[in-house]
């Protein structure tokens, strides 16, 4: 199985960046697709960005275009999530995700996630 561990939360300022990592345990994990979802309090689980292996797509949700950029290293079997301008709106509990297919990614129901890291924007 692959095992994912998401790191670089925190505490900002509204305005302020953020950069996620997500390493990933095992090198076929450079196979999958991969990417972010978030959750913030009283809320359902929220689909942020996805990139395929060779990121040939990249997709984002409306409320982060232009402001959240997906990347990955596949030799080290990492995925990132640069966060700019952020916004108190983006607070959250923010998860990585993989699996083979992208659309399965995008509707939340990967066979892999991390255990999630904290974004607190203040504002």
């Known amino acids: 199985q692959v095992q994912l561990v998401e790191s670089g939360g925190g505490l900002v300022q509204a305005g302020g960046s953020l950069r996620l990592s997500c390493a990933a345990s095992?090198?076929?994990?450079?196979?999958?697709?991969m990417g972010w979802f978030r959750q913030a309090p009283g809320k359902e689980r929220e689909f942020v960005a996805v990139?395929?292996?060779?990121?040939?797509?990249?997709n984002y949700a409306d409320s982060v275009k232009g402001r959240f950029t997906i990347s990955r290293d596949s030799a080290i079997n990492t995925v990132y999530l640069q966060m700019n301008n952020l916004k108190p709106e983006d607070t959250a509990v923010y998860y990585c995700?993989?699996?083979?297919?992208?659309?399965?990614?995008?509707?939340?129901?990967?066979?892999?996630w991390g255990q999630g890291t904290q974004v607190t924007v203040s504002s």
């Open positions: 995700t993989a699996d083979r297919f992208i659309a399965t990614v995008k509707s939340g129901k990967s066979d892999y």
């Open positions: 095992e090198r076929s994990s450079s196979n999958y697709v």
């Open positions: 990139t395929t292996w060779s990121g040939g797509i990249v």
